[in-house]
């Protein structure tokens, strides 16, 4: 079975840009949540979408937004890049229970 | 918000039982306590979950104080391969099930 699917898994952008990461939950889970994780810490809450509603947003600002669309897929975008971006983007599905975190994106802002 | 407290690091030898301890006091009553792991380069994997009672999975076992301040999660034997960052989260359930990680244990298992 696939697990959650992240793209890309790497890239490098400079400071200003906008990136576009996605999501592909495992079949079947409804739920999918972001979160970024600074090295050298736990991650953070960033977004949570189920039914393609937003159900819950982390202490990020408005340069970050995300989307979930009807095959439960999501995307998360984030304007106007900062240094401080610089991160490893996860993204976790859920049916019920436990949540499956797919590899991450690791995102370098130059 | 709530949050959790872990030690940085721990160490334990190959075969042995290892014990990480949480501090969660500002948990609230519907709150779920998660256990996560990961690895290198990896996202975090699931491990156990509980609310009230202790639970046993063929991973581990997770055992949550009565007042459910604390937990600690249990590795019956460790092994070379459970060496990893083992989170304790909070699963904020009135915030749409949101999960608020600590900084996370560093395990590390000598053979």
């Known amino acids: 079975d696939a697990g959650v699917t992240q793209s890309p898994t790497h890239l490098i952008k400079t400071r200003g840009q906008q990136v576009t990461l996605r999501c592909s939950p495992i079949?079947?889970?409804?739920?999918v949540s972001w979160y970024q994780q600074v090295l050298g810490q736990g991650p953070q809450f960033i977004f949570q979408?189920?039914?393609?509603?937003?159900?819950g947003r982390g202490n990020f600002p408005d340069r970050f937004s995300a989307r979930q669309f009807p095959n439960y897929s999501s995307e998360l975008n984030v304007n106007a890049l900062l240094l401080g971006d610089s991160a490893l983007y996860l993204c976790?599905?859920?049916?019920?229970?436990?949540?499956?975190f797919g590899s991450g994106t690791r995102l370098t802002v130059v | 918000d709530a949050k959790t407290t872990q030690p940085n690091s721990m160490e334990s030898n190959e075969e042995e039982p290892v014990h990480l301890p949480c501090n969660h006091s500002?948990?609230?009553?519907?709150?779920?306590i998660h256990w996560y792991r990961q690895l290198p380069s990896q996202g975090p994997e699931y491990v156990i979950h509980?609310?009230?009672s202790n639970v046993n999975n063929r991973m581990a076992s997770l055992a949550i104080a009565e007042d459910r301040k604390s937990s600690t999660l249990i590795l019956h034997r460790a092994t070379l391969r459970d060496a990893a960052v083992y989170y304790c989260?909070?699963?904020?359930?009135?915030?749409?099930?949101?999960?608020?990680f600590g900084q996370g244990t560093e395990l590390s298992v000598k053979p």
């Open positions: 976790a599905s859920s049916l019920v229970g436990g949540y499956t």
């Open positions: 079949s079947g889970h409804k739920s």
């Open positions: 979408y189920y039914e393609k509603e937003e159900r």
């Open positions: 500002t948990i609230s009553g519907t709150d779920y």
């Open positions: 509980g609310l009230t």
């Open positions: 989260i909070l699963l904020i359930y009135n915030q749409g099930g949101k999960l608020i």
